[in-house]
């Protein structure tokens, strides 16, 4: 793992949005309760740099020009993003403690910890075509910039 | 004279599989790859894309009461997040019409559409709970 060009920051992606099926309104509250103090103590901390519920219709777009437009994915899998966290950490063993931390893992949510890179890897792989890459984008930009004046 | 609205929705694109890359020959890549920045720069140019960053293909997932830690997601994966952007856009049609551009989509990327919410919806199932208890306490 290619750890210099990480940021010190790692996205937490939470799986599993129904977590509080099953749960009585007093659990439910309790639970509440707990993962609010959880962020709001992450927070205080300047631990949290963005943190987002994502609601639950969502769409998969896939084939040439997007040509594919599905529903999805359903909440009800245990796969599904209910929402994300992009956390400030030292390395990733802080960033998987604090994510194991998480009280909705009690109730079946799982955590994705994964680390957030300034560049992509499929860059990485070609580091090459990047320079020229950078500048057509640069000439691109330039015109699109041009056009709009 | 048009009006134009200021609300805007926020929308995440998380961009599934990557190793779509590989058996691409090296036109296929620069393309894809110069594609990319100059779609990313032009979003944010127009103010539609806030920011956005790719993922290391490896992390970690924690799951159970036990809080086990496993190696994952597995790198080489059709489903796995290799990244995102954050939209702040119109509506959710153009949230679509942005990720169907997507430059890696020809070679069998695949975008996820997704609101950002408000507020969670379970924390609003938790607040209408203690609302009807307040509404019962009061009849």
Redesign the interface.
């Known amino acids: 793992?290619n750890t210099e060009t990480?940021?010190g920051?790692y996205?937490l992606?939470f799986r599993g949005?129904h977590?509080?099926r099953g749960l009585t309104?007093d659990q439910?509250?309790q639970?509440?309760d707990k993962?609010?103090a959880w962020f709001e103590g992450l927070n205080e901390g300047g631990k949290i740099k963005s943190a987002?519920?994502?609601?639950?219709?969502?769409?998969?777009?896939?084939?040439?020009?997007?040509?594919f437009?599905l529903d999805?994915?359903f909440a009800e899998s245990k796969?599904a993003?209910?929402?994300?966290l992009v956390l400030r950490a030292a390395n990733?063993n802080e960033a998987?403690e604090i994510?194991?931390s998480?009280p909705t893992?009690?109730y079946g949510v799982?955590?994705?910890?994964?680390?957030?890179?300034a560049?992509?890897?499929?860059?990485q792989?070609?580091p090459d075509?990047?320079q020229?890459?950078?500048e057509?984008?640069i000439q691109?930009?330039q015109l699109?910039?041009a056009a709009a004046a | 004279m048009s009006t134009t609205s200021t609300a805007k929705s926020?929308y995440?694109l998380?961009f599934r599989g990557?190793v779509w890359?590989r058996g691409l020959s090296?036109a296929q890549?620069?393309k894809v790859?110069?594609d990319?920045?100059?779609w990313f720069?032009?979003l944010k140019?127009e103010g539609k894309c806030v920011g956005g960053?790719?993922?290391?293909?490896?992390?970690?997932?924690?799951?159970?009461?036990q809080?086990t830690?496993a190696d994952?997601?597995f790198a080489e994966s059709k489903?796995a997040?290799?990244?995102?952007f954050y939209l702040t856009v119109a509506d959710?049609m153009e949230a679509?019409e942005i990720?169907?551009?997507?430059p890696g989509?020809?070679y069998?990327s695949?975008?996820?559409?997704?609101?950002?919410?408000d507020?969670?919806?379970?924390?609003q199932?938790?607040q209408e709970?203690?609302n009807?208890?307040l509404a019962g306490a009061t009849a």
Request: hydrophobic share 40%; with cysteine.
């Open positions: 793992m990480t940021t920051e996205m992606l949005p977590w509080d309104p439910l509250q639970a509440m993962v609010m987002q519920p994502l609601g639950t219709q969502g769409r998969i777009i896939s084939g040439t020009n997007g040509r437009v999805g994915p796969e993003v209910g929402g994300y990733l998987v994510a194991r998480m893992l009690s799982s955590v994705e910890v994964r680390p957030i890179l560049e992509c890897p499929i860059f792989r070609h075509l990047v020229r890459a950078r057509r984008a691109a930009e699109w910039v | 926020d995440l998380l990557n890359d090296p890549l620069q790859v110069s990319w920045m100059a720069e032009r140019a960053n790719p993922l290391e293909d490896e992390g970690k997932v924690i799951s159970g009461k809080r830690v994952g997601p489903e997040i290799g990244g995102y959710e679509i990720a169907k551009q997507c989509l020809e069998g695949v975008v996820e559409v997704r609101p950002v919410a507020e969670c919806s379970i924390k199932r938790a709970y203690s009807h208890e």
